[in-house]
Antibody, heavy 120, light 107 residues
Protein backbone atom coordinates (compact mmCIF):
# COMPACT_ATOMS: atom_id res chain seq x y z
CA UNK A 1 0.00 0.00 0.00
CA UNK A 2 1.46 3.31 -1.03
CA UNK A 3 2.27 5.81 1.71
CA UNK A 4 3.22 9.44 1.36
CA UNK A 5 5.36 10.92 4.11
CA UNK A 6 6.13 14.62 4.00
CA UNK A 7 8.56 16.85 5.84
CA UNK A 8 9.96 20.37 5.87
CA UNK A 9 10.30 23.53 7.90
CA UNK A 10 7.17 24.55 9.76
CA UNK A 11 8.00 28.14 10.70
CA UNK A 12 9.16 30.75 8.23
CA UNK A 13 9.68 34.49 8.23
CA UNK A 14 8.14 36.70 5.55
CA UNK A 15 10.12 36.71 2.29
CA UNK A 16 11.69 33.31 2.98
CA UNK A 17 11.24 30.26 0.77
CA UNK A 18 8.99 27.41 1.81
CA UNK A 19 10.50 24.01 1.10
CA UNK A 20 8.68 20.70 1.58
CA UNK A 21 9.46 17.18 0.44
CA UNK A 22 7.19 14.18 0.03
CA UNK A 23 8.57 10.66 0.11
CA UNK A 24 6.73 7.83 -1.62
CA UNK A 25 6.88 4.41 0.00
CA UNK A 26 5.39 1.07 -0.86
CA UNK A 27 4.33 1.78 -4.40
CA UNK A 28 5.48 2.63 -7.87
CA UNK A 29 6.80 6.12 -8.43
CA UNK A 30 6.54 6.18 -12.19
CA UNK A 31 3.46 6.77 -14.30
CA UNK A 32 1.65 9.05 -11.89
CA UNK A 33 1.06 12.73 -11.41
CA UNK A 34 2.20 13.98 -7.98
CA UNK A 35 0.47 16.99 -6.48
CA UNK A 36 0.64 19.62 -3.76
CA UNK A 37 -2.47 21.10 -2.15
CA UNK A 38 -2.77 23.55 0.74
CA UNK A 39 -5.41 24.51 3.28
CA UNK A 40 -5.27 27.73 5.31
CA UNK A 41 -6.42 27.28 8.91
CA UNK A 42 -10.18 26.90 9.02
CA UNK A 43 -10.55 27.28 5.26
CA UNK A 44 -10.92 25.17 2.14
CA UNK A 45 -8.51 23.36 -0.15
CA UNK A 46 -6.35 25.05 -2.79
CA UNK A 47 -4.55 23.08 -5.49
CA UNK A 48 -0.97 24.29 -5.92
CA UNK A 49 0.29 22.16 -8.78
CA UNK A 50 1.45 18.77 -10.05
CA UNK A 51 4.37 17.02 -11.71
CA UNK A 52 5.03 13.74 -13.46
CA UNK A 53 8.30 11.88 -13.76
CA UNK A 54 8.96 13.38 -17.16
CA UNK A 55 9.15 16.69 -15.37
CA UNK A 56 5.96 17.97 -16.91
CA UNK A 57 4.33 20.41 -14.50
CA UNK A 58 1.05 22.23 -14.11
CA UNK A 59 0.79 25.09 -11.65
CA UNK A 60 -2.04 27.16 -10.25
CA UNK A 61 -1.76 30.51 -12.06
CA UNK A 62 -2.39 32.29 -8.75
CA UNK A 63 0.92 30.93 -7.43
CA UNK A 64 2.83 30.14 -10.60
CA UNK A 65 5.35 32.97 -10.31
CA UNK A 66 6.49 31.70 -6.91
CA UNK A 67 6.13 27.91 -7.15
CA UNK A 68 8.52 25.20 -8.23
CA UNK A 69 7.63 21.50 -8.02
CA UNK A 70 10.43 19.06 -8.73
CA UNK A 71 10.99 15.32 -8.58
CA UNK A 72 13.95 13.17 -7.54
CA UNK A 73 13.43 9.75 -9.04
CA UNK A 74 16.54 8.30 -7.38
CA UNK A 75 15.00 8.91 -3.96
CA UNK A 76 11.29 8.49 -4.79
CA UNK A 77 10.75 12.04 -3.57
CA UNK A 78 9.06 15.11 -4.95
CA UNK A 79 9.35 18.60 -3.58
CA UNK A 80 7.62 21.96 -3.34
CA UNK A 81 9.29 25.34 -3.15
CA UNK A 82 7.29 28.53 -2.68
CA UNK A 83 9.29 31.73 -2.67
CA UNK A 84 8.70 35.10 -1.02
CA UNK A 85 6.18 33.79 1.48
CA UNK A 86 3.82 36.04 3.41
CA UNK A 87 1.33 35.43 6.20
CA UNK A 88 -1.22 34.56 3.51
CA UNK A 89 0.82 31.41 2.77
CA UNK A 90 0.23 30.07 6.27
CA UNK A 91 -1.52 26.74 5.73
CA UNK A 92 -1.39 23.00 6.06
CA UNK A 93 0.36 21.72 2.97
CA UNK A 94 -0.44 18.27 1.62
CA UNK A 95 1.25 16.12 -0.98
CA UNK A 96 -0.94 13.71 -2.91
CA UNK A 97 -1.00 11.17 -5.71
CA UNK A 98 -3.67 10.49 -8.30
CA UNK A 99 -5.74 7.41 -7.65
CA UNK A 100 -4.42 5.29 -10.51
CA UNK A 101 -1.87 5.60 -13.31
CA UNK A 102 -3.28 7.60 -16.12
CA UNK A 103 -6.00 8.84 -13.86
CA UNK A 104 -7.26 12.25 -14.60
CA UNK A 105 -6.64 14.08 -11.37
CA UNK A 106 -8.68 12.51 -8.61
CA UNK A 107 -6.40 12.34 -5.58
CA UNK A 108 -6.48 8.90 -4.02
CA UNK A 109 -3.47 9.07 -1.69
CA UNK A 110 -2.47 11.92 0.60
CA UNK A 111 0.40 12.77 2.89
CA UNK A 112 -0.24 13.56 6.52
CA UNK A 113 -0.02 17.30 6.04
CA UNK A 114 2.53 19.85 7.27
CA UNK A 115 1.52 23.07 8.99
CA UNK A 116 3.63 25.93 7.70
CA UNK A 117 3.34 29.18 9.62
CA UNK A 118 4.72 32.43 8.26
CA UNK A 119 5.36 34.96 11.00
CA UNK A 120 7.91 37.60 11.79
CA UNK B 1 -10.36 28.74 -13.91
CA UNK B 2 -13.45 26.61 -13.32
CA UNK B 3 -15.32 27.78 -10.22
CA UNK B 4 -16.92 25.13 -8.02
CA UNK B 5 -19.83 26.18 -5.82
CA UNK B 6 -21.05 23.83 -3.11
CA UNK B 7 -24.27 24.07 -1.18
CA UNK B 8 -25.08 24.20 1.58
CA UNK B 9 -21.96 25.40 3.36
CA UNK B 10 -23.11 23.56 6.46
CA UNK B 11 -25.96 21.38 7.59
CA UNK B 12 -27.19 19.71 10.75
CA UNK B 13 -28.52 16.20 10.55
CA UNK B 14 -29.25 13.20 12.71
CA UNK B 15 -27.96 9.66 12.52
CA UNK B 16 -30.03 7.81 9.95
CA UNK B 17 -30.91 10.90 7.93
CA UNK B 18 -30.51 11.11 4.18
CA UNK B 19 -28.12 13.93 3.32
CA UNK B 20 -27.58 15.59 -0.05
CA UNK B 21 -24.81 18.01 -0.97
CA UNK B 22 -24.66 19.75 -4.32
CA UNK B 23 -21.78 21.07 -6.36
CA UNK B 24 -22.11 23.33 -9.37
CA UNK B 25 -19.31 24.00 -11.83
CA UNK B 26 -18.98 27.23 -13.78
CA UNK B 27 -18.78 25.17 -17.00
CA UNK B 28 -19.39 21.62 -18.18
CA UNK B 29 -16.85 19.31 -16.51
CA UNK B 30 -18.02 16.10 -18.18
CA UNK B 31 -18.12 13.93 -15.04
CA UNK B 32 -14.53 14.82 -14.06
CA UNK B 33 -15.64 15.33 -10.49
CA UNK B 34 -14.43 13.87 -7.22
CA UNK B 35 -15.82 14.03 -3.68
CA UNK B 36 -13.65 14.02 -0.57
CA UNK B 37 -14.36 13.66 3.13
CA UNK B 38 -12.17 15.47 5.64
CA UNK B 39 -12.19 15.06 9.40
CA UNK B 40 -10.52 17.57 11.73
CA UNK B 41 -6.73 17.35 11.68
CA UNK B 42 -6.72 14.75 8.92
CA UNK B 43 -6.00 14.72 5.21
CA UNK B 44 -8.95 14.54 2.86
CA UNK B 45 -10.08 11.08 1.83
CA UNK B 46 -11.32 10.29 -1.66
CA UNK B 47 -14.90 9.00 -1.63
CA UNK B 48 -16.03 9.10 -5.25
CA UNK B 49 -14.49 9.87 -8.63
CA UNK B 50 -15.89 10.25 -12.13
CA UNK B 51 -18.92 11.76 -10.39
CA UNK B 52 -20.42 8.43 -9.35
CA UNK B 53 -17.75 5.76 -8.86
CA UNK B 54 -17.00 4.72 -5.29
CA UNK B 55 -13.35 4.52 -4.33
CA UNK B 56 -12.19 1.21 -2.90
CA UNK B 57 -13.47 0.54 0.60
CA UNK B 58 -15.98 3.39 0.66
CA UNK B 59 -19.36 2.32 2.10
CA UNK B 60 -22.22 1.99 -0.34
CA UNK B 61 -24.33 4.51 1.58
CA UNK B 62 -22.31 7.13 -0.30
CA UNK B 63 -23.38 7.78 -3.85
CA UNK B 64 -22.84 10.43 -6.48
CA UNK B 65 -24.78 11.61 -9.47
CA UNK B 66 -25.01 14.44 -11.93
CA UNK B 67 -23.73 15.60 -15.28
CA UNK B 68 -22.66 18.72 -17.09
CA UNK B 69 -22.32 21.40 -14.47
CA UNK B 70 -24.44 19.99 -11.61
CA UNK B 71 -23.45 17.14 -9.30
CA UNK B 72 -24.72 15.65 -6.07
CA UNK B 73 -23.27 13.64 -3.20
CA UNK B 74 -25.82 11.65 -1.23
CA UNK B 75 -25.38 9.82 2.05
CA UNK B 76 -28.37 7.49 2.26
CA UNK B 77 -28.30 6.91 6.01
CA UNK B 78 -25.95 9.14 7.98
CA UNK B 79 -23.69 7.30 10.39
CA UNK B 80 -21.78 8.76 13.38
CA UNK B 81 -18.47 8.48 11.51
CA UNK B 82 -19.84 10.55 8.60
CA UNK B 83 -19.83 13.83 10.50
CA UNK B 84 -17.12 15.69 8.64
CA UNK B 85 -16.52 18.28 5.95
CA UNK B 86 -17.08 17.29 2.32
CA UNK B 87 -15.42 18.83 -0.71
CA UNK B 88 -16.02 18.46 -4.42
CA UNK B 89 -13.16 18.86 -6.89
CA UNK B 90 -13.13 19.19 -10.64
CA UNK B 91 -10.29 17.65 -12.62
CA UNK B 92 -11.57 18.47 -16.08
CA UNK B 93 -8.83 21.05 -16.42
CA UNK B 94 -6.00 22.74 -14.57
CA UNK B 95 -5.93 24.43 -12.21
CA UNK B 96 -7.85 21.73 -10.37
CA UNK B 97 -10.38 23.51 -8.18
CA UNK B 98 -12.35 22.59 -5.09
CA UNK B 99 -15.69 23.63 -3.74
CA UNK B 100 -15.63 25.61 -0.52
CA UNK B 101 -16.76 22.63 1.53
CA UNK B 102 -19.89 21.47 3.32
CA UNK B 103 -19.66 20.80 7.03
CA UNK B 104 -22.03 18.07 8.20
CA UNK B 105 -22.77 18.48 11.90
CA UNK B 106 -24.76 16.53 14.43
CA UNK B 107 -28.27 17.83 15.06
Amino acid sequence: QVQLQQWGAGLLKPSETLSLTCGVYGGSFSGYYWSWIRQPPGKGLEWIGEINLSGSTNYNPSLKSRVTISVDTSKNHFSLKLSSVTAADTAVYYCARERVKGGFGELGYWGQGTLVTVSS
Amino acid sequence: DIQMTQSPSSLSASVGDRVTITCRASQDISYFLAWYQQKPGKAPKLLLYSASRLDSGVPSRFSGSGSGTDYTLTISSLQPEDFATYYCQQYYSTPRTFGQGTKVEIK
